[in-house]
């Protein structure tokens, strides 16, 4: 099946929609450096993205997808973030950042036979609950577009009326709050994903179910004992969390779902980072020096999934992207180790110097998460396929 992705950042979102059995046919993408990445791994014969056309470096405003319509099953992206995020100035449709109406215009553009966007937790907060209603009557009516004198409220009322009034629904759209902990992540990571399905698709789609668990961890923990005996942790090593020791002595029976996946579980086989004269001939694993550890900035725990990773400001990347050791000291993780806890692979390359390297990876889409929705779009649309060809 054919894909398009937009906003194409590092390629987390790209490669496991790939890894789902999609084929890009356009990748777009304006950051020099994210492009940069992209065509360094297209060079490595084993890299997941080795047979990805060449990335389109520019503004997505500019590209033309007419000649996509029709040919396209899924688009997927996730368009820039800063407008919703928590660090950021909050300013939605106001601010000049957001790309929502350009994924909106690639939807009609192209008529895509179902799309795949995704956008950080802060997109859901109250203070865009307006917006965030915008946005779905968009993807449920793209066709109906924003007129050259009409303020974005206009628009969405006449949506809205469109809606009310029996108009024929072009997608079916779904978005939920997501949690990559729940899906074998070993990261804490919320993104609102949204997806759609064309018209005349079978509609009877969910997102797919929770594969792991809090609980499931704290049993192996605080139970069984099996997940510090698998990692041979001495009891003198072992970072108890007192808040979840006591909701890990409650559980009785062991949980259904797999545990939560730990910092410690992603870190494995790889060796203590040594400075950046030497890197133990492991790509990208080198010691960043300068952490500390600052009130709200404590960095993560080896045995829970890592914080949510973060871009950073300024090219400083916050506390969340440090490894707290055993006796409290630590120390930021190389962008190898922040690549493991984003699930991308070990021949990955991230291009640029180590603060550029962590913005990409803080911006990114978990390669595990997107390879799982969009693993259960695909599987629907060829159900879909298959039954209107018995009806």
């Not at 000649?67 to 106001?94: M, N, V, W, Y």
């Not at 400083?316 to 440090?322: L, Q, R």
């Given at each position: 099946m054919k894909a398009i992705e937009l906003f194409a950042g590092a390629g987390g979102l790209g490669m496991g929609v790939s890894l789902a059995g999609f084929k890009p046919e356009l990748i777009v993408e304006w950051d020099r450096w994210c492009c940069d990445t992209l065509r360094e791994n297209r060079k490595i014969k084993e890299s997941i993205i080795a047979k990805w056309p060449a990335p389109i470096e520019g503004d997505v405003r500019d590209v033309d997808y007419r000649p996509f319509e029709g040919k396209i099953e899924l688009i997927t992206g996730g368009p820039p973030c800063q407008p919703f995020s928590?660090?950021?100035?909050?300013?939605?449709?106001?601010?000049?950042?957001?790309?929502?109406?350009?994924a909106v215009r690639a939807v009609?553009?192209?008529?895509?036979?179902a799309f795949?966007?995704?956008?950080?937790?802060?997109?859901?907060?109250?203070?865009?609950?307006?917006?965030?209603?915008?946005?779905?009557?968009?993807?449920?009516?793209?066709?109906?577009?924003?007129?050259?004198?009409?303020?974005?409220?206009?628009?969405?009322?006449?949506?809205?009326?469109h809606h009310t009034s029996g108009g024929k629904i072009e997608y079916r759209v779904i978005h939920q709050l997501v949690n990559a902990a729940n899906h074998g992540v070993p990261q804490k990571r919320e993104r609102v994903v949204f997806v759609g399905f064309a018209e005349g698709i079978e509609a009877d789609w969910c997102f797919p179910r929770e594969t792991h668990s809090l609980d499931a961890l704290l049993h192996s923990q605080f139970k069984s004992g099996e997940y510090w005996d698998g990692h041979k942790v001495a009891t003198k090593d072992r970072v108890i969390n007192e808040r979840f020791q006591t909701r890990g002595q409650r559980l009785s029976a062991k949980p259904s779902e797999l545990p939560w996946r730990t910092v410690r579980d992603a870190l494995a086989g790889l060796p203590e980072p040594t400075p950046?004269?030497?890197?133990?001939?492991?790509?990208?694993?080198?010691?960043?020096?300068?952490?500390?550890?600052?009130?709200?900035?404590?960095?993560?725990?080896?045995?829970?999934?890592?914080?949510?990773?973060?871009?950073?400001?300024?090219?400083?990347?916050?506390?969340?992207?440090?490894?707290?050791?055993?006796?409290?000291?630590?120390?930021?993780?190389?962008?190898?180790?922040?690549?493991?806890?984003?699930?991308?692979?070990?021949?990955?390359?991230?291009?640029?110097?180590?603060?550029?390297?962590?913005?990409?990876?803080?911006?990114?889409?978990?390669v595990t998460l997107s390879e799982v929705v969009a693993k259960s779009v695909r599987d629907h649309l060829i159900a879909s396929t298959m039954q209107a060809g018995k009806a």
């Amino acid at each position: 099946m054919k894909a398009i992705e937009l906003f194409a950042g590092a390629g987390g979102l790209g490669m496991g929609v790939s890894l789902a059995g999609f084929k890009p046919e356009l990748i777009v993408e304006w950051d020099r450096w994210c492009c940069d990445t992209l065509r360094e791994n297209r060079k490595i014969k084993e890299s997941i993205i080795a047979k990805w056309p060449a990335p389109i470096e520019g503004d997505v405003r500019d590209v033309d997808y007419r000649p996509f319509e029709g040919k396209i099953e899924l688009i997927t992206g996730g368009p820039p973030c800063q407008p919703f995020s928590i660090g950021g100035r909050h300013r939605a449709h106001d601010d000049s950042r957001d790309m929502w109406p350009e994924a909106v215009r690639a939807v009609r553009e192209v008529r895509p036979r179902a799309f795949i966007f995704e956008n950080v937790k802060g997109l859901t907060r109250e203070t865009f609950s307006t917006y965030l209603g915008y946005i779905l009557l968009q993807l449920t009516f793209p066709s109906i577009k924003l007129g050259p004198d009409e303020d974005w409220q206009d628009h969405r009322d006449r949506l809205q009326r469109h809606h009310t009034s029996g108009g024929k629904i072009e997608y079916r759209v779904i978005h939920q709050l997501v949690n990559a902990a729940n899906h074998g992540v070993p990261q804490k990571r919320e993104r609102v994903v949204f997806v759609g399905f064309a018209e005349g698709i079978e509609a009877d789609w969910c997102f797919p179910r929770e594969t792991h668990s809090l609980d499931a961890l704290l049993h192996s923990q605080f139970k069984s004992g099996e997940y510090w005996d698998g990692h041979k942790v001495a009891t003198k090593d072992r970072v108890i969390n007192e808040r979840f020791q006591t909701r890990g002595q409650r559980l009785s029976a062991k949980p259904s779902e797999l545990p939560w996946r730990t910092v410690r579980d992603a870190l494995a086989g790889l060796p203590e980072p040594t400075p950046r004269d030497k890197d133990h001939g492991i790509l990208n694993h080198k010691l960043q020096p300068g952490a500390r550890s600052y009130v709200g900035h404590t960095g993560s725990s080896l045995d829970e999934p890592a914080k949510t990773l973060k871009a950073g400001v300024h090219g400083v990347p916050g506390g969340e992207n440090m490894l707290r050791r055993a006796d409290g000291s630590v120390r930021y993780f190389t962008i190898r180790e922040s690549a493991r806890l984003q699930a991308f692979p070990d021949n990955y390359a991230l291009h640029g110097a180590w603060s550029e390297a962590m913005r990409q990876l803080g911006n990114a889409v978990p390669v595990t998460l997107s390879e799982v929705v969009a693993k259960s779009v695909r599987d629907h649309l060829i159900a879909s396929t298959m039954q209107a060809g018995k009806a």
